[in-house]
């Protein structure tokens, strides 16, 4: 296992235009987790599943964000109708089940909103 | 509310000096707390880890932090910097109630 890969790395769109990220986690971890990242920042949690449900969003979410884990397996990041504001890196992260294991964290894909 | 603080955006030391980053978590439940570095154009990875039991905990490349309740702190140490500490070091919690919390990062340089 190469560990949490994320695809693609970096991705420039123009305004109003729907974008989807892939996130695909470790294989034996129940948890998946998304942040964004803005420059200067640390990550700020956006939601995370265990398995294929999703537990918690959080309020930063807008209705124009939506993720999915459909099986349980990977993950999809979809913004729709994209905002300059939206420009950021968006981190995908794995864990086991317990809270105090670690999570391990892709590198990301860079958005550009144009 | 959770939170995680850490003082001081930026630090820099010289290379062989002492390396000393804060921080202080606010959690209504003991937390379990974990420091990361982000190495420039790469993912976060784990540099050390708090659960439970000893409070003085030790991770990769010399470094260590120790979990002070009374004072809230989990503040990350090193010894001697060296060039290759040059990185973002973020302090995280985890209350087992939700996801992972960070703090702001603090961007550490190392002058020669």
């Known amino acids: 296992d190469t560990g949490v890969s994320q695809n693609p790395r970096h991705k420039i769109t123009k305004r109003g235009q729907n974008v989807t990220f892939r996130c695909d986690p470790i294989?034996?971890?129940?948890?998946l987790y998304w942040y964004r990242q803005t420059l200067g920042q640390g990550p700020e949690f956006l939601t995370y599943?265990?398995?294929?449900?999703?537990?918690?969003k959080s309020r930063l979410l807008s209705d124009r964000f939506s993720a999915e884990r459909p099986k349980g397996s990977f993950s999809t990041l979809e913004i729709q109708r994209t905002e300059q504001g939206d420009s950021a890196m968006y981190l995908c992260?794995?864990?086991?089940?317990?809270?105090?294991?670690?999570?391990?964290f892709g590198q990301g894909t860079r958005l550009t909103v144009v | 509310a959770q939170s995680v603080t850490q003082l001081g955006s930026h630090v820099s030391v010289s290379e062989g000096a002492l390396v000393l980053l804060r921080c202080n978590y606010s959690?209504?439940?003991?937390?379990?707390l974990f420091w990361y570095v982000q190495y420039p154009n790469q993912g976060l990875q784990l540099l050390l880890k708090?659960?439970?039991?000893?409070?003085l905990v030790k991770g990769i490349n010399g470094f260590e932090a120790e979990f002070k309740k009374s004072e809230t702190s989990f503040h990350l140490t090193k010894p001697s910097a060296h060039m290759s500490d040059a990185a973002e070091y973020f302090c995280?919690?985890?209350?087992?109630?939700?996801?992972?919390?960070f703090g702001s990062g603090t961007r550490l340089q190392v002058q020669p």
């Open positions: 959690s209504s439940v003991p937390p379990y």
């Open positions: 708090y659960t439970t039991g000893a409070t």
């Open positions: 995280v919690q985890d209350t087992g109630r939700r996801a992972l919390t």
């Open positions: 992260a794995s864990s086991l089940e317990m809270a105090n294991t670690e999570a391990f």
């Open positions: 294989s034996e971890h129940n948890r």
């Open positions: 599943f265990q398995n294929e449900a999703q537990l918690e």
